[in-house]
């Protein structure tokens, strides 16, 4: 068994009783092929709690400070996270979230850049749009609805990946990409709230 099963195991049996996690749609999430994965963010456990409801290991892009902590830089390393340096068009972090892709993975990515402080989704940032036109991995909407609080369901909902054929044919630009995308999962939570 490898780190990241290990740990997936686990965090499942701390997190999932205590938040009661109901997991919804996750029949859609395609078997194998790149993913990206787009979720909303409303807490630092948004990560773990993917990582455990989703059915294939997710590489993350984690902001760049986490790395410069020793223990937690090599945690996060064994749980295929990523440095992207916030606030700036990082190439390396682009160029890796695409070899992610492109070798068939599942790339997690929260389009708003930040965790919602109020729970409402925000304007999600060009970078995921850039992801989603640049390869043909399959675009999975998520959205993690709930106050994270002990003993108050959490829910997490996968959606069916997303056609982004006419927007790649039309070469959209990664904004409208990036909306489109939001739009996606704003559907869920009105459909789930």
Known sequence: MDFYSFAKGIVKNILTPLYRIKVIGVEQFPQEGGVLLCANHISNLDPPIL??????????????????????????????????????????????????????????IFPEGTRSKDGK???????????????????????????????????????????????????????EATDYIMQHIQALFDQHH
Do not use: W
């Open 51 to 108: 990582g455990i409801t989703a059915p294939r290991p997710i590489h993350f892009m984690a902001k760049e400070e986490l790395f410069r902590v020793p223990i937690l830089k090599n945690l996060i390393n064994h749980l295929h996270a990523f440095p992207v340096k916030r606030g700036m068009s990082d190439r390396q972090a682009l160029r890796t979230g695409l070899e992610v892709l492109k070798q068939g993975h599942v790339l997690g």
């Open 121 to 175: 989704l925000k304007k999600g940032l060009p970078g995921v749009g850039f992801f989603a036109l640049r390869t043909n991995a399959a675009v999975v909407p998520c959205a993690i609805i709930g106050p994270y609080r002990p003993f108050v369901p959490l829910k997490v909902i996968y959606g069916a990946p997303i056609d982004m054929a006419p927007l790649r044919e039309r070469k959209a630009s990664p904004e």
